[in-house]
T-cell receptor, first 113, second 113 residues
Framework: GENVEQHPSTLSVQEGDSAVIKCTYS??????FPWYKQELGKGPQLIID?????GEKKDQRIAVTLNKTAKHFSLHITETQPEDSAVYFC????????????FGKGTKLSVKP | NAGVTQTPKFRVLKTGQSMTLLCAQD?????MYWYRQDPGMGLRLIHY???????AKGEVPDGYNVSRLKKQNFLLGLESAAPSQTSVYFC????FGLGSPLHFGNGTRLTVT
């Protein structure tokens, strides 16, 4: 079945450094790739998304890149801040569905001041 | 504007007991979802609805039932709870399907003993 693999599972960086989280997907029909941030005790919240007809998208300190040929996409956070500490999930749409998503297993990011 | 509200926030059940989790959204969204989140497993789709009166199975539907009698509400039922259903349950809604951001509630932590 469809699968999304996410690496690393944990990531620790110093404040001000960059953080990169990578995901690979298996369904060649996937065409929508969102990233969600989950803070402790809360539900996930969308931070950025990208569609298959775009290779890169930026929003201030956050960027996502997509390589459809290789079936992988990445989240880049620059100038990390302590408030970036959270669990990040990537997801990919399931081809043929009404847009249902399959999620990666998450990356716990810790930003040390 | 409350967004997505889940009740209850916590619940402890004994094996074999039944319960219903309630999700309410005030954003006039068409689509609603129930996910479960387990350590190291990410988010897995249980059931979803593409509009009032509709329901469909997701990735892990066994042991659960759902109903969407009103557009703003999506109920998740456990008829005979099992320890394997110990999890954090998240409800989400979206305006439409593919490409529409999911808005999550803050979760219900369920323990089955």
């Amino acid at each position: 079945g469809e699968n999304v693999e996410q690496h690393p599972s944990t990531l620790s960086v110093q404040e001000g450094d960059s953080a990169v989280i990578k995901c690979t997907y298996s369904d060649s029909a996937s065409n929508y790739f969102p990233w969600y941030k989950q803070e402790l005790g809360k539900g996930p919240q969308l931070i950025i998304d990208i569609r298959s007809n775009v290779g890169e998208k930026k929003d201030q300190r956050i960027a996502v890149t997509l390589n459809k040929t290789a079936k992988h996409f990445s989240l880049h956070i620059t100038e990390t801040q302590p408030e970036d500490s959270a669990v990040y999930f990537c997801a990919a749409s399931i081809g043929g569905s009404q847009g249902n998503l399959i999620f990666g297993k998450g990356t716990k990011l810790s930003v040390k001041p | 504007n409350a967004g997505v509200t889940q009740t209850p926030k916590f619940r402890v059940l004994k094996t074999g007991q039944s319960m219903t989790l309630l999700c309410a959204q005030d954003m006039n969204h068409e689509y609603m979802y129930w996910y479960r989140q387990d350590p190291g497993m990410g988010l897995r789709l249980i059931h979803y609805s593409v509009g009032e009166g509709t329901t469909a199975k997701g990735e892990v539907p066994d042991g659960y039932n759902v109903s969407r009698l009103k557009k703003q509400n999506f109920l998740l039922g456990l008829e005979s709870a099992a320890p394997s259903q110990t999890s954090v349950y998240f409800c989400a809604s979206s305006y439409f399907g593919l490409g529409s951001p999911l808005h999550f509630g803050n979760g219900t932590r369920l323990t089955v003993t």
